[in-house]
């Protein structure tokens, strides 16, 4: 299974995107874009170590040009809530979030480990409300 990681790893290209919050804009290479409202994702990762569930705010984190070696390295850190300690990775918190790709190979969306889409993709708060899905 390592082995597996680390050939994909070895074999992931930095996405080009812009990403919209709250009236701000940043256009760069990234690693990562995560999104959020809980701190805990599957296994125990937190990449966003900074949400707050009832604060009605996204918290975003954004892990720009990450050489592979850090991504190895600060693997560990992403369990123990640390990732935000690296010089290339931004936390913020917004109520709406918006990304584009930059260029014509638009980006791959996952939620919660699940494939769901590619981009553009925007993410908005509704205050108040809840959603059922029944089959």
Same mark, same amino acid.
């Given at each position: 299974?390592?082995?597996?990681?680390?050939?994909?790893?070895?074999?992931?290209?930095?996405?080009?995107?812009?990403?919209?919050?709250? #009236?701000?804009?940043?256009? =760069?290479?990234?690693?990562? $874009?995560?999104? #959020?409202?809980?701190?805990?994702? #599957?296994?125990?990762?937190?990449?966003?170590?900074?949400?707050?569930?009832?604060?009605?705010?996204?918290?975003?984190?954004?892990?720009?040009?990450?050489?592979?070696? =850090?991504?190895?390295?600060?693997?560990?850190? $992403?369990?123990?809530?640390?990732?935000?300690?690296?010089?290339?990775?931004?936390?913020?918190?917004?109520?709406? $979030?918006?990304?584009?790709?930059?260029?014509?190979?638009?980006?791959?969306?996952?939620? =919660?480990?699940?494939?769901?889409?590619?981009?553009?993709?925007?993410?908005?708060?509704?205050?108040?409300?809840?959603?059922?899905?029944?089959?």
């Amino acid at each position: 299974y390592l082995w597996l990681v680390l050939v994909y790893l070895f074999k992931y290209k930095l996405k080009k995107a812009k990403v919209f919050f709250d #009236g701000a804009e940043v256009e =760069d290479l990234f690693y990562t $874009i995560n999104i #959020g409202i809980c701190r805990y994702s #599957g296994g125990g990762m937190q990449f966003v170590p900074h949400a707050v569930s009832d604060d009605g705010r996204f918290a975003l984190t954004m892990a720009r040009q990450v050489s592979k070696l =850090d991504v190895l390295v600060y693997t560990p850190k $992403i369990f123990a809530g640390k990732l935000g300690q690296h010089d290339q990775v931004t936390e913020h918190f917004a109520k709406s $979030i918006r990304v584009e790709s930059v260029g014509e190979e638009p980006t791959m969306v996952e939620v =919660d480990g699940e494939y769901l889409g590619e981009t553009p993709v925007e993410f908005f708060m509704m205050e108040l409300g809840l959603c059922f899905l029944c089959p």
